[in-house]
């Protein structure tokens, strides 16, 4: 059972960095703010989808 070819792994030499195109800019219409080559979002932290937390607990009624 010698599995020696699969999962070989590249030891040192080419270590390719993950980088994203340079000189991007913001996804959004009309925003032209530039996001870091290493920032894999496409759009600004302006413009970049909000993830609302979950709720903790109960919802307190209105007119409190
Ligand atoms: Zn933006």
Sequence with gaps: MSDTMKGQRLRGGVRPSRRYSEGRVCEER???TKIS???RREFCHAHAPVRFPRVRGRILPEGT
């Design 30 to 32: 009309d925003c032209t």
């Design 37 to 39: 080559m290493y920032n």
